[in-house]
């Protein structure tokens, strides 16, 4: 997960408690705090913010259920190199 | 001095329901008048959409304004998100007056409960096909076209609902009227879709963008509640204070009494709140679909005509349930409680924004 996609997501994770600053992949979205509404902030913010679309197939529950899943899916529609890589093990 | 502009509303009578107040916007050319660069896909002119909206609140009945409003503030921008010929066209006809557009999102679960609704939209390599009905909309009796909000997906998460264009003549649809003579005027009906066969170029927008969509499309809906709100309460203040001042009372008239006027200041005081609002919160919600001040425009607006309404409506005493007068009136004013985002809903929004609502009337660096 590149700092770009981390940044932009903190502000919508609510619930997270002010020590819970680290994002990992497994970050449940839901949980801390992205409820539909939110979601859907998200959803605009993160098309804007990398110029991408997320493709129609992707525009469901499991893609937006964790920091990890969404990242993927937007690091699939970058132009190579441009993102730091499928979501693993890194923090930010 | 009138303006020249609106003659072509001065031409129909009162009476006039919402179709025929529509086609005479747009073949007047007025209705581009509320987007900016007179474009739908640019998004709403506050300042344009606030006139259109007060001059057809001033001449003609509250039906009939929401069967303009609603098209004006949402369904023309959403069409506009359509690409195909076939929204082009039906934007195209709806610019100029010739086609009325119903926005059918409240189905026949709750309207506050939207993520429930159960009108299904199959998508299929070069089809697509509707299956539902949608209760309670503006404009079904007469549009030529439906804007119809449908799920694609079983389950309640938000990317799954499409908008679908839906010609009122396919094969498949079936009208009805509400049961309601207080808003007969703007259309209101019940329309049933079963198994609707449509081209897949009838998608707006894009699949699974139903519900981002209404989010930032609703918004715009909630200000013209709002600048709809403001004007509604002037006009009918401005009526009442011609009553007050005109009826006799002891030596003077009812309008020397000083409970009557600290009513009337009253109502004075929350319609300048409103006016406020509207003003600081228009390009929030215009330009950047600030969600948070669509709802607390809307919330305003419920609270704000329901109080102005229900006092001007004690001052007129008996004569306000005179055929069409006040209290008449006031029964269809709750509808600004209700219709796009009832109070429960909108003042929820701003409940789950309390915290940065709270940390924005902060001023830096004077707490403790």
């Given at each position: 997960?590149d700092a770009r996609?981390?940044?932009?997501?903190?502000?919508?994770?609510?619930?997270?408690?002010?020590g819970e600053?680290?994002?990992?992949?497994?970050t449940?979205?839901?949980?801390?705090?992205?409820?539909?509404?939110?979601a859907?902030?998200?959803?605009?913010?993160?098309?804007?913010t990398?110029?991408i679309?997320?493709?129609d197939?992707?525009?469901?529950?499991?893609?937006?259920?964790?920091?990890g899943?969404?990242?993927?899916?937007?690091a699939?529609?970058l132009?190579?190199?441009?993102g730091?890589?499928?979501a693993?093990?890194?923090t930010? | 001095?009138?303006d020249?502009?609106?003659a072509p509303?001065?031409?129909?009578?009162?009476?006039a329901?919402?179709a025929?107040?529509?086609?005479a916007?747009?073949?007047?050319?007025?209705?581009a008048?509320?987007?900016?660069?007179?474009?739908?896909?640019?998004g709403?002119?506050?300042?344009g959409?606030?006139d259109?909206?007060?001059?057809?609140?001033?001449?003609f009945?509250v039906p009939?304004t929401?069967?303009v409003?609603?098209?004006?503030a949402?369904a023309?921008?959403l069409?506009?998100?359509?690409r195909?010929?076939?929204?082009?066209?039906?934007l195209e006809?709806?610019?100029t007056?010739?086609?009325t557009?119903a926005l059918?999102a409240?189905?026949v679960t709750?309207?506050t409960d939207?993520?429930?609704?159960?009108?299904?939209?199959r998508?299929e390599d070069d089809?697509?096909?509707?299956?539902?009905e949608k209760?309670?909309?503006?404009?079904t009796?007469?549009?030529t076209?439906?804007?119809?909000?449908?799920?694609?997906r079983?389950g309640r998460h938000?990317?799954?609902?499409t908008?679908?264009?839906v010609?009122?003549?396919a094969?498949g649809?079936t009208?009805r009227p509400a049961d309601?003579a207080?808003?007969a005027d703007?259309?209101?009906g019940?329309v049933t879709f079963?198994g609707?066969?449509?081209?897949?170029?009838?998608?707006l927008?894009?699949?699974g963008?139903?519900?981002?969509?209404?989010a930032?499309?609703?918004?715009?809906?909630?200000?013209?509640g709002a600048q709809?709100?403001?004007?509604?309460?002037?006009?009918?203040?401005?009526?009442t204070?011609?009553r007050?001042?005109?009826?006799?009372?002891?030596d003077?008239?009812?309008w020397?009494l000083?409970?009557v006027?600290?009513?009337?200041?009253t109502c004075?005081?929350r319609?300048?709140?409103?006016?406020a609002?509207s003003g600081e919160?228009?390009?929030?919600?215009a330009?950047?679909h600030d969600?948070?001040a669509a709802a607390t425009?809307?919330?305003?607006a419920?609270?704000?005509?329901r109080?102005v309404?229900a006092?001007?409506?004690q001052l007129?005493g008996?004569?306000g349930?005179?055929?069409?007068g006040?209290?008449e009136?006031?029964?269809?004013a709750?509808l600004f409680?209700?219709?796009?985002?009832?109070?429960?809903?909108?003042?929820?929004?701003?409940?789950d924004?309390?915290e940065?609502?709270?940390?924005?009337?902060?001023?830096p660096?004077t707490?403790?």
């Amino acid at each position: 997960m590149d700092a770009r996609f981390t940044a932009l997501l903190q502000p919508f994770l609510k619930h997270a408690g002010p020590g819970e600053t680290a994002l990992t992949p497994d970050t449940d979205l839901r949980t801390l705090g992205v409820d539909s509404m939110q979601a859907i902030e998200l959803l605009f913010a993160v098309e804007d913010t990398f110029g991408i679309s997320l493709p129609d197939e992707e525009l469901n529950d499991t893609t937006f259920a964790t920091a990890g899943s969404l990242w993927n899916v937007i690091a699939a529609q970058l132009p190579e190199g441009t993102g730091d890589g499928p979501a693993g093990q890194e923090t930010a | 001095m009138p303006d020249p502009r609106y003659a072509p509303l001065d031409a129909l009578p009162r009476t006039a329901p919402g179709a025929q107040v529509w086609a005479a916007l747009g073949g007047a050319g007025l209705t581009a008048g509320a987007y900016r660069d007179r474009q739908p896909g640019t998004g709403i002119d506050p300042a344009g959409l606030a006139d259109l909206l007060t001059a057809v609140d001033a001449r003609f009945s509250v039906p009939a304004t929401l069967s303009v409003s609603v098209q004006l503030a949402t369904a023309l921008p959403l069409l506009a998100t359509g690409r195909a010929p076939a929204a082009r066209q039906a934007l195209e006809g709806a610019l100029t007056g010739r086609a009325t557009l119903a926005l059918a999102a409240t189905d026949v679960t709750a309207g506050t409960d939207l993520t429930a609704l159960r009108t299904e939209l199959r998508i299929e390599d070069d089809a697509l096909e509707v299956t539902g009905e949608k209760n309670w909309i503006a404009n079904t009796t007469t549009a030529t076209h439906f804007l119809v909000l449908a799920r694609h997906r079983p389950g309640r998460h938000f990317t799954h609902f499409t908008w679908v264009l839906v010609p009122a003549g396919a094969r498949g649809v079936t009208v009805r009227p509400a049961d309601s003579a207080l808003f007969a005027d703007s259309g209101a009906g019940h329309v049933t879709f079963d198994g609707v066969r449509l081209g897949r170029d009838q998608v707006l927008g894009r699949v699974g963008f139903g519900l981002p969509l209404f989010a930032r499309h609703i918004g715009t809906e909630r200000l013209a509640g709002a600048q709809w709100g403001v004007a509604l309460c002037r006009r009918v203040l401005a009526d009442t204070h011609r009553r007050l001042t005109g009826r006799p009372h002891g030596d003077g008239t009812l309008w020397d009494l000083d409970t009557v006027r600290q009513r009337f200041a009253t109502c004075l005081l929350r319609v300048r709140e409103l006016h406020a609002l509207s003003g600081e919160l228009a390009d929030p919600v215009a330009l950047h679909h600030d969600a948070t001040a669509a709802a607390t425009l809307k919330a305003a607006a419920g609270a704000t005509v329901r109080h102005v309404l229900a006092d001007c409506a004690q001052l007129w005493g008996a004569a306000g349930f005179t055929t069409g007068g006040i209290q008449e009136l006031r029964a269809q004013a709750a509808l600004f409680g209700i219709g796009g985002g009832a109070d429960e809903v909108v003042l929820g929004t701003l409940a789950d924004a309390a915290e940065d609502l709270l940390a924005a009337l902060e001023r830096p660096g004077t707490l403790p």
